[in-house]
């Protein structure tokens, strides 16, 4: 039996403020707006490069590494699909924390891969030394990891992946942009590291739809063969160009990474301040839980309130929230809301 990733309430009942996945709440570059009226026809009569060639080079100069070093999908989850198409073929576990990112386990049984999954530290840190002791044909590592937004600093990262040479580990840094410990100049140095990354956040492109893994050669090459085996243009014409235009307008992308994270930490602040438990995130979220009051009672009031936050109804973080950060504005209602419930 398959389990579904379950994704985050779209809800169009009312206006909301969405602060329930993770989406970035300023607008993507405006040099996008120009862009979409100088689309001739004959970029959408054509089909695409198949290797999304222009991209790969514009996110290849941006990281520091070769063209070949780089592979481009639709969206990091399918990166992240194809990377388990490519690397786990059923014979060994895959080996992931119990609190991560759901995909991973999604994945996991849909191509029966048996999920060796280890308990993150009391303080919410990933247990890589437990996790190197296990016997698995790999890693999926989310860090920051979600939904509790804690970081796994550099060299912590770096030990891990030497003690695992044998090991293939995907490092998912859908959230690095705000944290800035990034794994991708490892790649060169370690064959068994992939790093996989989106424009959905820092980028605020979650509708384009485009993610995409840095490391070396021999694995992307990997991902390449499961691509062509399944879809070949699953980066599209408009996609690409878009993406391209995102990462030359850099100003903006530092910009707006700044602002998100300067508003996390006013936020962590505040929560604090009301008597929330705050792991210290390294994300555009906020992992936030006040016992005794029930994490499901916060999230069914603010939506009451007009405010979307997440919750899952799972052990070990069902006595969360996850809030996404939102503009200066939109944290200030957030706050109104949680006193008035809290009162
Ligand atoms: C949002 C997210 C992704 C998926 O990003 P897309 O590129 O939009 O598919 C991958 N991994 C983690 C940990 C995420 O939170």
């Known amino acids: 039996m398959l389990t579904p990733y379950t994704a ?41 490069a198949p290797d999304a060639g222009v991209l790969r080079e514009q996110i290849a100069l941006c990281e520091g590494v070769g063209k070949e070093n ?44 048996t999920a060796n999954v280890v308990p993150l530290n009391g303080d919410f840190t990933v247990n890589l030394s437990e996790m190197a002791e296990r016997d698995c044909a790999g890693y999926f590592i989310a860090n ?39 794994c991708v100049p490892l790649t060169k140095k370690y064959e068994n590291l992939l790093v996989v ?42 996609c690409e160009a878009v993406c391209v235009q995102a990462l030359l307008d850099r100003e903006y992308h530092e910009k707006t990474v700044a602002l998100v994270v300067s508003e996390r930490e006013r936020l962590r602040r505040e929560l604090l301040a009301l008597g929330f438990t705050v792991p210290e995130s390294k994300a555009n979220f906020l992992f936030a839980g006040r016992a005794p009051v029930s994490a499901r009672e916060i999230y069914l009031r603010l939506k009451e309130e007009g405010v979307l936050v997440r919750f899952w109804d799972k052990p070990l973080i069902s006595d969360f929230c996850r809030i996404t950060v939102g503009t200066r504005e939109e944290t200030d209602v957030l706050l109104k809301k949680l006193k008035k419930i809290l009162t």
């Open 144 to 182: 920051p990891n979600a939904p509790t937004g804690v970081g796994i600093p550099l060299n912590e990262m770096e030990r891990f992946i030497a003690s695992v040479p044998e090991k293939i580990v995907i490092a998912d840094e859908a959230y690095m942009d705000f944290y800035g410990e990034s």
């Open 197 to 238: 990354k989106t424009f959905s956040k820092s980028y605020s492109l979650a509708g384009i739809r485009c993610g995409y893994a840095v490391g070396n050669a021999a694995l992307v090459r990997g991902l390449f063969n499961m691509k062509d085996c399944m879809n070949s243009y699953p980066v599209d014409a408009v």
């Open 70 to 113: 780089v592979f481009c999908g639709n969206g990091s989850d399918e990166v992240l699909f194809l990377s388990f198409a490519a690397f786990f073929d059923g014979t060994r576990p895959v080996c992931f924390a119990d609190i991560t990112y759901t995909f991973y386990e999604v994945y996991a049984k849909f191509f029966g891969v």
């Open 8 to 48: 985050g309430e779209q809800l169009k009942d009312k206006r909301y403020i969405k602060l329930n996945t993770n989406e970035n709440p300023y607008p993507p570059s405006p040099r996008l707006k120009d862009l979409f009226g100088a689309f001739d026809e004959s970029v959408l009569k054509f089909y695409p």
